[in-house]
């Protein structure tokens, strides 16, 4: 595998070579490209034939698709389009743009057309493209010095390579500050605000506690009471949503049929819609194999496929591990220039600048999608209104039985993505979008400012800053089955990254309440307040109602005289019915899945979130000394002991199925 500094690495499967015939440049010059690449032995008839037929499907340029099927090399493709066009390649090796070129089209522009300002000839100036079909089109941005340009073919690697080196600086600060000041955690300093309300909050509640400790610890226990009391209510009210009929989620009229997701983007769009999947990757070389598994599983038409893995500077162990596999056509790989941070948004804005795709996909390394996936949010996106920007697939977990926490995990996953989320949205609520198997139009991201650098939970973030600008999220009704932490300390630790993430989501939008009110509209303000404040709120103050569980033992406690002659016997039956319904809507839940046989766990799951306050405490120390600090998830701890599908050949390798 070719390692480009800080630009695109790829190592491809083998094709066929052949050189070009001398003199062939007049009778090539614009003959159709099919007919050059069998002149040039690059490709048999029959290939010519089994390309065009996977045209008239995904209507993709004939190249893209040669390429993308893995039957001929992008250098191949190059060849023959400069014998098409009459114009020069440029080598990959032993050519270098002139420096003073650099900024005559700006950055920005250069990655996302992939064009390059090469070198000087005469008054005119040689302009690197990887895709000449556009060149002209692209250009027009520049009506002026369209006119003197010439164009050049040369490979995307080289030109991604050579605009990193050029424009590093330039791209990894993008990345970072691609959110609008106002709405994003940088710039902040933690261990100052924090620190001194922290300080003020804490002396404020000793000094309470001094001098009034019952009345203080009362009103603390009400607190905890209400932000429990709030998020059931909301898991019932979501529950029971399943009668409520959004506007956004209309039944079909009787009679209709559902449109395939080739049919649907060609009515709306002309063409198949370009979905670009982003996939950030750090340490993860026990999940390699098993990603590009599950890459090539993806039935969306290869053509109009790219995937993109987003690799930190000095991540060697990955990098050495996708060396020892070869990457179909479609998969890039780039390393991300050093930073102050390094975070999972960053890399994906990083990665975004690159996208070509309309739409754009996230997924985790241990993700396992259906392999319809793609298909699906295509066809919904292409009949959705222009407000649907999002649509968020279900997260489930493929070593549910594992042991005890991964039993609960799973549960956990039902309650949130099968009954929770879905109902929030029947609701009129604006959610918190889950990491991975996330689908958003590319406009609408870059309307909104892609992802938070400086969150680390930059879906929950992205979640509700979609809505603050009036775009709609929607559930997918299609799975991915990723990895659930199978031991305690590595949960915990996940775990705190996710709560420090809702604190500094709730810290970022809380910043305007007025604006956001006015944003958001009073039901998904009050929905906003309940999943952030009132669930950060129910694992800190935990050990607060943890503290009747004395009562039944007959033992004193401080407040029970403030509560009256039947105080006692409220509380008990408020956690009873508390854990009632807990137990109630996760069985419930589960009966949408096939893990109904972890119902029997459920009454264990107030033992299981119990773990969340050791998480909370540890997020709330670092929100203040370390709130960039993205504490990485480990996985492949499972695989061995789990059941995998077989890598399915390249679909050019399989055209029966």
Known sequence: MRVLEMGATQKRIPVKTAPATAGSESRHLNAPLGSILCSLSYITTDDLKFAQTLQKTSLAPLGRILVAENIISSDQLLVAQSLKYGVPRIPNKGSRPEPDLANLLTANFCRKHCIIPW??????????????DQFRANMSAYPELARRTKMALCSKETIYSELTKRHSTAYRRKAETLVPEQQSYRQQNPVEWHGINSIAIGAACGLGLVFMPNLIFLGIVLWACAALTSSNLLKISAALSRRIHSPFH???????KTVPASSAAQVITGEMTRVSIIIALYRETE???????????????????????????????????????????????????????MTKPRA???????????????????????????????????????????????????????????RCFTIEYAVWFRLILPGLIKLGFAIPLGGTTVFLRYSALIDVGGWDAHNVTEDADLGIRLARHGYHTEMLSSTTYEEANNRIWPWIRQRSRWLKGYMITYRVHMRSPILLLRQLGWRKFVGFQIIFLASLSQFILAPVLWSFWIIPFGLPHPILPLLGPNGAQAIISFFLTILGADIIISLFALSKTHHRGLGRYT???WLYFHLGTLAAFKAGYEMIFSPYFWDKTTHGHSLKSVKTTPMQPPVSQSLTE
Request: net charge negative; hydrophobic share 40%.
């Open 250 to 256: 209309a039944p079909p009229k009787p009679g209709s």
């Open 603 to 605: 009454p264990t799951l």
């Open 119 to 132: 070198k000087k000839q005469g008054r005119s100036i040689l302009i690197a493209t990887c895709d000449p």
């Open 287 to 341: 999940m390699i194999e098993h990603l590009l598994r599950q890459i090539a599983k993806l039935r969306y038409p290869k053509a109009q496929l790219e995937v993109l893995l987003m690799i930190e500077n000095g991540d060697t162990a990955t990098l050495s591990e996708l060396d020892r596999h070869t990457l179909t056509n479609i998969i890039t790989v780039h390393i991300l220039p050093a930073g102050p941070i």
């Open 348 to 406: 994906l804005n990083y990665g975004l600048g690159f996208c070509t795709g309309d739409i754009i996909a996230v997924y985790d390394a241990e993700d396992k999608p259906d392999a319809d996936q793609i298909d699906l949010a295509v066809a919904r996106f292409a009949t959705a209104p222009k407000e649907v920007a999002c649509l968020q697939g279900i997260l489930d977990i493929y070593n549910s039985k594992s042991n005890w926490l991964t």
